[in-house]
């Protein structure tokens, strides 16, 4: 399998501490990551691309993605395969939840963007969330009251399919 770009931005270090879980999965540095504090620029580098963002705000994506979206829009995703990951709180933000995961999902709709990695919405409490499609995530989500073993059960049952996609 070609290298995989992991791109995440984060404010509570949460969602960087989700991502280097991914290593457990990918144990022969396959994983590359970039906190996208410092740009996207070398998502061009990549095919196989994993994008993770806590949400902010009213289901919005954090800060430093906030900065890097329209470079996204730009960029040409053509062959290339994108994988999502969301964190969130389900019990505090309402119709909210994951919202910013909806966000990154979108650009890469409207960029007709390869996009694999849905996930079955079943196990949560939230209200209502934007990053729901076809009754589906449109990524792999992480809500901040999971434990340790959930993140990585949830985590490796993702990973098994998104590997199947992965070039
Ligand atoms: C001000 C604020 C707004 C938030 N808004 C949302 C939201 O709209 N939807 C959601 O699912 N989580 C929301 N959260 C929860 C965060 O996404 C969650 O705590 C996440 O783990 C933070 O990730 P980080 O530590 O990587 O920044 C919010 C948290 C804060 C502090």
């Known amino acids: 399998m070609e290298k ?3 791109f995440y931005g984060t404010t509570g270090g949460r969602t960087e501490a ?11 540095n396959e994983c590359e990551f970039f906190d996208v504090a410092k740009g996207i620029s070398e998502i061009k580098n990549f ?9 902010y705000g009213a289901g919005e994506v954090q800060d430093d993605w906030a900065g890097n979206l329209s470079d ?15 964190v969130g709180d389900q019990y505090s933000f ?15 709709e409207n960029k007709e963007a390869h996009v694999v990695g849905f996930t079955e ?23 901040d009251s999971f434990t340790c073993d959930e993140v990585l059960k949830r985590m490796s ?10 070039k």
């Open 94 to 108: 309402g119709a909210f939840y994951v919202g910013g995961l909806r966000e990154l999902y979108n650009i890469l």
């Open 4 to 6: 995989i770009g992991v």
């Open 72 to 86: 996204l829009e730009s960029l040409d995703l053509s062959d290339k395969t994108f994988a999502l990951i969301g």
């Open 47 to 55: 095919n196989n691309i994993i994008l993770a963002t806590p949400s």
């Open 18 to 28: 989700v991502v280097k879980k991914l290593q457990n999965f990918f144990p022969n």
């Open 157 to 166: 049952a993702w990973v098994q399919e998104i590997k199947k996609e992965f």
């Open 121 to 143: 919405n079943s196990g949560y409490e939230f209200d209502d969330s934007p990053a729901i499609k076809d009754n589906k995530f449109v990524g792999l989500v992480i809500d």
